[in-house]
């Protein structure tokens, strides 16, 4: 506690003092333009990892970043998202997965969970969409693999449960509500973002329209800290060859979460509405 309070001190005396006029616009209210729903491992921190102020992110924060569907439950999660999104026009929303994640280990044995730790047990049958397609489509895989892949499909997962919020529903139908899938990588600082026309996750930037590119973002980080050589193309050229035979199975090793093993089918249906509408894809 006394680190806590040291770092009270310090936040009053040095941040607080230098962006006191933040302080006092955020005191009329809140504005924030993105929804980031994200895990509760003490490793994530949102504003931390999108250097973003007070008040920029709304965020739902849970072991495993679930979001369980609409009618499910009468939690917090299903009542942040609707306040989010009805009463702060929302227009984007980020699900967050990361690596290492204890939830989606404690989900890969759901069944030992139940004795020990009935709560948690409960909470992640929310995530069952993602262990039902885990177990029946990558048996295949085992250890760190298998949990990068389980990371992955369940951030999918979360979207897809998001989706059956009326609220959702609603403004993606009308096109002013964008969806993105995320995952951090504690090991590189890396984010990775799903792309539903390469059926992969890609660099961030990647996904931007050409308009929004500025010299900032188009120039490479320092060495040791630059994020892979993983272009639009190259990204699309791996996908392809994965599926040149007509199997969407996912690569013997995936680093950094390059690619989901998602068909056609499954992807169009997570995403349809979030950044297409009339068959033409939204920039955001």
Not at 47 to 67: D, S
Not at 112 to 134: D, F, G, N, S, Y
Not at 253 to 266: H, I, K, R
Request: charged content about 20%; aromatic content about 8%; overall charge negative.
């Amino acid at each position: 506690m006394k680190k806590l309070i040291q770092g009270l001190r310090e936040f009053k005396s040095s941040y607080f003092c230098a962006n006191q006029h933040l302080f006092e616009q955020l005191s009329h209210g809140q504005k924030p333009r993105v929804l980031f729903i994200t895990c509760s491992d003490s490793r994530i921190d949102p504003n931390l990892l999108t250097q973003t102020q007070p008040g920029e992110l709304f965020v739902i924060r849970n072991a495993g970043n679930i979001v369980p569907p609409y009618g499910s439950t009468n939690g917090g999660e299903g009542a942040s998202i609707e306040y989010a999104i009805h009463a702060l026009n929302i227009e984007h929303i980020i699900v967050c997965g990361h690596s290492h994640c204890g939830a989606m280990k404690g989900l890969l044995k759901l069944s030992t969970l139940e004795e020990e730790m009935p709560l948690v047990h409960a909470w992640l049958t929310h995530a069952e969409a993602t262990r039902r397609l885990i177990k029946e489509n990558y048996s295949q895989l085992e250890g760190e693999e298998l949990l990068d892949v389980t990371i992955a499909e369940n951030v999918l997962t979360q979207i897809e449960n998001l989706r059956t919020y009326p609220v959702v529903h609603s403004r993606l139908y009308q096109g002013t509500l964008h969806i993105y899938a995320w995952i951090f990588d504690i090991d590189t600082g890396e984010v990775m973002a799903f792309d539903i026309d390469r059926h992969a996750y890609i660099s961030p930037q990647s996904l931007l329209p050409e308009s929004e590119l500025d010299e900032e973002l188009l120039t490479p980080l320092p060495p040791g800290c630059a994020l892979p050589n993983m272009t639009s193309s190259t990204a699309a050229n791996v996908f392809s060859n994965m599926l040149s035979d007509g199997n969407p199975s996912p690569p013997s090793v995936q680093p950094n979460y390059p690619f989901a093993a998602l068909s056609t089918e499954q992807a169009d249906r997570i995403y349809r509405g979030s950044h297409r509408k009339n068959g033409k894809k939204h920039s955001s």
